[in-house]
C-alpha cells in the first residue's frame, strides 16, 4: 500500500494571503493617484504640505499598529484577526472618499493605517505555520509579491478608472466594497493552523512541520513575549534601523512619483500612472527571484549570510540608481532607474521575512510587526519631509534633493545589514 500523498492545503493557504495583499496594497497606493489629482486638492482645501501630512498620517498610524496587531494575531489567531483587519480597512478606504477636509481625510487615513498594520505581521506568522521551513523564503516572497502586484496595478487602474469612469469619491467606495467581500473570503478558507483544517491531512500536516518544532496552539498557554532578550538583541535593532532606512528611500515610489512625473518632467496623467505600474512591476520581478535567492544562499553560506548578503547588496544598488538620477533628463531613463530601485528593494524583502521567522518563532507575527513600526516611522517621514525638502533647498526645481534624501535612506540600511544574524534567536522557538 502506497504511503499517503500530502493534500496542497498550505497552498491555497498562501494563494489566499496573496491575495489579501494584492488588496493591502491596492488600497495603499491608491491613493498617490488621488493625491495628484487638482480636483482632490481643492475639494478638500489642501496645501501640497497638507496632501503630505494626509500620506505621513497612514504610515505613522501603520507605525503604531504593528506591535499590537502583531500581538493581536499570535494570541488569538490570523483566521479572526486578519478578517476584522482587512474588513476595517476596507470601511476606512470607503470612508476617505467621504471626508470633506484635510482633519476628517487625516482621521480616515490614520484609521486605515491602524487596520493595515496587522496585516503583514499576521501574514509572516502564518508562512511560518502552514510552510516547511525550507520553503519559507519562497512563500514569503510569494505573499510579499502579491503586496507589489496591487501595488503595481493600483496606479494604472486608478488613473483609469479616474479618467473614463469615476470621481475620486466613488473609486475609494468600489474599493472599499471589494475589500469587504475578500474579508469574506479569507475567513472561509482561512483555519489558524494546519491542525486544525479539515481538508488537511496528516501526511501534509507533517510536511508542513519538517525541521520545526510543533507550534501551540492558538490560545493556550504560553511562555511571555521575551521582551527583555528583544530589546537587548544588537541584530534586532540593526533589522529595525535597515527597515527605516529602505523606507525613507521606497515610500517615494508609492507617494511623491506621481506627482513628479507630472509637475517636474510634464508627463500626462495617464502616461505618468503606466509609468508608476511599470516601476512597481520591476519590484514585483525581485520580490519574486528574492525568496529563492535567500533559501539558496542559506544552503551555501549558511543562514547568517543567506539572509544578511541580499540585503547588503541590494541596497548598495538601490543607493545607486537613485545617484544616477542626479543626471538622467529623460522621463523615461529615470524611470528605468527608479524601476532598478524598486527591484533591489524587493529583492531583498523574503530575506526580511524570514528573518524575522528565524528569529522569532512562536513571536514571530510580533517581532515582525516590532521591526515593521521601526521601518514605518521612516515611511511616514518621506511623504512630508520631501515637500518641506523642497520648498526650502530645491532652488532649481528639478527634485535632485528629494532623490539625495531617498539616496541616504539606502545607504544607512546597507550598512545596518551587515550586523544583521539570523542565526541569534530572540525568545523560545517553540
Known sequence: MSPEKPTQVRHTIVAVTTMTAVLLYLDRVCIAEIA???EFKKTLGLTEQETGYVISAFFF????GQVPAGWLSDKFGARGMMSFYIALWSLCTALTGFAGGFVSLV???????????????ASNGLVRLWTPLAARGKASSIVSLGGRLGGAIAPALTAWLLSDLLGWRAVLLLYGVSGLLVAGVFWWLFRNSPVEHPLCNEAERRLILEGSPAPASVGTAAPPFPWRELLC?????????LQWGVNIGWVFLVSWLPTYLKDVKGVDPRTAGMMSTIVLLSGMVGMLAGGWLTDWLVQRVGLR???????ISTKFI??????????????WAIVAALSLVAFTTDLGVPAVWAYMQDVGGRFSSTIFGWANMWGNFGAALTPALIPWVLKHYDTDKNWHEAFLLC????????????????????????
Open 36 to 38: 495628484k489629482l487638482d
Open 61 to 64: 498610524a501603520y507605525a503604531l
Open 305 to 311: 549570510w543567506g539572509r544578511a548578503i541580499p540585503l
Open 107 to 121: 482621521i480616515a487615513r490614520m484609521g486605515f493605517g491602524l487596520a493595515q498594520a496587522g496585516a503583514y505581521p
Open 233 to 241: 538583541s544588537w541584530s534586532m535593532w540593526l533589522m529595525c534601523l
Open 318 to 331: 538601490a543607493v545607486l540608481a537613485y545617484l544616477a538620477c542626479l543626471w538622467l533628463e529623460s522621463p
Open 407 to 430: 539616496a541616504a535612506g539606502f545607504l544607512v540600511a546597507a550598512v545596518a545589514a551587515f550586523g544583521i544574524n539570523a542565526d541569534k534567536p530572540i525568545g523560545t522557538k517553540g
